[in-house]
């Protein structure tokens, strides 16, 4: 593991580039409609190791781990409840293995697809859920946990608290948000870049952002509202490579790698901290953000 934390090498004014793509990388090595892609961790471990060191390779300063759905509710699904801390584990070892000792592992931690104002789970079973997987993570080796793809400040939360209880790594947390009628950015629950910053700052996060729902662009607006929020928190950016396009019963992301290179600058000059991608990004993405940072520092 790096001798410094995340937070302590952003102190340093200096701009990290996280990494890619994973599930739409797990397809392309040929994981099926309705596989499980975490259980990829168990039975095709190697795979999931050439993902991870492929953004090492491409120049990533962190890499996330292949357990965005491996809480326990998420796993059910698949009859593989009973498997969340073997799962999250293995997924952290085989990011921990690639990122060696000079990169961070952020271990990538997804909702879990319950709603709490609906009645769906309650707020101690979502956090027996969410410790479950964050004790996991942190025995395979992750530097930080990035909570990511939130929409429901109550969720994000509780899984921030069940890792500032729990383990001991940096706290990540983003959410999503899309551009509604009015110009503004929301989540799918209303919330605004905002709101979600300063709940997930007060309930601990280290690190806050967004990440997916837009293209690179889209994010400059919404990493603006957040530093206005949070002035001297840092902010990290997960992009997606443009809105997907259906094509051919296939989701095509459109932004080539010189096409999210381009709007590194605007986006560091915003106030991201950390920079990375998304749905559809891949090393070529991963190392062209990594040349445009190189350049914008010179």
Same mark, same amino acid.
């Given at each position: 593991m790096p001798a410094q934390s995340i937070c302590s090498a952003l102190c340093d004014g200096k701009i990290l580039v996280?990494? #890619?793509a994973w599930g739409t990388y797990l397809q392309k090595k040929g994981l099926k409609p309705g596989e499980c892609p975490e259980l990829w961790c168990l039975e095709r471990p190697g795979d999931v190791e050439e993902i991870a060191a492929s953004y090492i390779a491409a120049g990533a300063d962190m890499i996330e781990s292949n357990s965005f759905g491996g809480s326990s509710f998420k796993l059910e699904h698949y009859g593989l409840a009973d498997k969340a801390t073997q799962i999250n584990e293995a997924a952290a070892r085989i990011s921990r293995k690639a990122a060696g000792s000079s990169n961070w592992v952020i271990a990538s931690v997804g909702p879990t697809g319950k709603i709490l104002m609906m009645g769906d789970v309650s707020e101690e079973e979502l956090y027996a859920s969410f410790k479950e997987q964050m *004790? %996991? *993570?942190?025995? #395979?080796?992750?530097?930080?946990? $990035? =909570?990511?793809?939130?929409s429901a400040i109550d969720e994000a939360v509780i899984a921030i608290k069940a890792a500032r209880d729990n383990c001991n790594c940096e706290v990540i947390c983003t959410f999503t948000f899309e551009k509604t009628v009015s110009g503004d950015y929301r989540t799918m629950m209303g919330v605004?870049?905002?709101? /979600?910053? *300063? %709940?997930?700052?007060? /309930? &601990?996060?280290? =690190?806050? &952002?967004?990440? $997916? #729902?837009? &293209? =690179?662009?889209?994010m400059i607006d919404i990493v603006k509202e957040i530093r206005n929020a949070a002035p001297r928190a840092p902010i990290l950016v997960h992009a997606n490579a443009g809105l997907p396009k259906n094509v051919g019963g296939i989701d095509i992301f459109p932004e080539s790698p010189e096409e999210m290179a381009s709007m590194v600058p605007e986006l560091a000059k915003a106030g991201a901290s950390v920079i990375g991608g998304c749905c559809g990004t891949s090393p070529e993405h991963i190392k062209a953000i990594k040349n445009a940072l190189l350049s914008h520092s010179a």
């Open positions: 996280s990494d #890619g *004790l %996991a *993570l942190e025995k #395979g080796g992750a530097d930080a946990v $990035c =909570i990511e793809t939130m605004s870049p905002s709101e /979600a910053a *300063l %709940a997930a700052i007060e /309930a &601990g996060a280290h =690190i806050v &952002g967004t990440n $997916c #729902g837009n &293209g =690179i662009r889209g």
